[in-house]
């Protein structure tokens, strides 16, 4: 392991607190819908607004994503856990109480490995507990009013805590993407962080190396990952130049201003103790018997880990390739196809990283939404090996493929004369023509020059209009001048 990254000699100790919206039919107690953008109270029930009479009902398949997520994590699943009374009083908590899990929650240790760069990183979980979501106060719609908006009420989460293994800003980010893949690769929460789906609480403090960890102060809510960079840069700085300047660190949630780039303090942050957590009377213990965790175990996906780790030994792929084809399963998916079909996975994984990945960021879009299909890029790779057209050229191939000015790679070939020229008689017959047209530059590489050999190569290849086989044409041309 390397040493703590120190600044302005300083370590940064950072700990996670995720809110995974959970992909569930309705809501987490109640038969209520889940949809974003709705009309204001509008997917809601009387359990949701808290009238009175109403009792909560356990929603099943939000217990078996948890369950996902803790085989996933290689955390124990709690055969008995129960539900707690969070208290606080919120305009959008119409009970005046969240349902979560305090002392025994359902999904408890486990750890999440990623790379940073070529170095190997674990953070280590405290828990996964089940949760409720409050509702939503609205300050900008009406003038000297607020409006409460209770369709998130009662929204499933699953709130995953962290140890505070993170030492810096880098391994935030890479813990929190880390974590986006798996919860979204094993189909437990769509990941859309825009709508609010998947939000990172980032508790940041520092410390001189080898004292006690120092007060930390917790930002809410970041959507993205440029703001969870920017905004807990912003905080290390910050509290930095407070101890410096010798003040104390006050416990507190803080906000980030996406406009500014700052942090700013919302409230003291209040421990456990300040929200009077009690076991829910009103629900039973949640008991998880043995066969249910076996049967989802049967249906869980192959995990990302698992299937780079698949890639390196059943296609040689080296760890970047494979760990970089795993970040979605539609990737690997993508990847496996074109790989099996070409029977060149290098060539495959090359072309996906390179050039298709480069294509789908620039349109923003996802790889199942790409329009060349892994058959159309495996032919063309194909073409690639067999020597039938030159790497620039299925530059000009795969342009059509996305295009969609053609589909069918060897008519697109074809159709625009890209076959590389095989003829050994045809292409001695140009060399020997453009070794005789520029005497200077093969008595330079007789020389010994090398960059005159790149531009008889250079002349070759123009010659040929492009369709001349550059490794053919290297190996010819050295023979003819000896």
Partial sequence: MTAPQLIHGYEVVIGFETHAQLATHSKIFSRAPLGFGAEPNTQTSALDCALPGTLPVMNRQAVEHAIRLGLALGSHIAPRSIFARKNYFYPDLPKGYQISQFEIPVVQGGEVGFYLGDEKKTVRLVRAHLEEDAGKSIHDQFPTESGIDLNRAGTPLLEIVTEPDIRSTEEAVAYAKELHKIVTWIGICDGNMQEGNFRCDANVSVRKPGQPLGTRREIKNLNSFRNMQIAIDFEIRWQIEQIEDGHAIQQATVLFNPDTGETR?????????????????????????????????????????????????????????????????????????????????????????????????????????????????????????????????????????????????????????????NDTGALEKIIDEVIAANPANVEQYRAGKEKAFNALVGQVMKASKGKANPQQVNAVLKERLG
Avoid at 269 to 282: I, L
Avoid at 366 to 371: E, H, L, Q, R
Wanted: hydrophobic content about 40%.
């Fill in 265 to 421: 303090a919302m409230r003291t942050k209040e421990d456990s103790a300040d929200y009077r957590y009690f076991p829910d009377p009103d629900l039973p213990p949640l008991v998880i018997a043995p066969e249910w965790v076996a049967q989802v175990q049967a249906d869980m996906p192959e995990l990302p880990r698992h299937m780079a780790e698949r890639f390196v030994s059943d296609y040689g792929l080296p760890e970047y390739d494979a760990t970089t084809l795993t970040q979605s399963r539609e990737m690997g998916a993508y990847f496996e196809e074109a790989a099996k079909a070409c029977g060149q996975p290098k060539l495959a994984s090359n072309w996906i990283m390179g050039e298709i990945s480069r294509r789908l960021n620039h349109e923003e879009i996802g790889i199942g939404a790409a329009p060349v299909q892994p058959a159309s890029l495996a032919a063309l790779i194909g073409r690639i090996h067999d020597g039938t057209i030159s790497n620039n050229a299925a530059k000009q191939v795969f342009e059509t493929l996305w295009t969609g000015e053609g589909h069918e790679v060897d008519a697109i070939i074809e159709a625009k004369g890209l076959k590389q020229m």
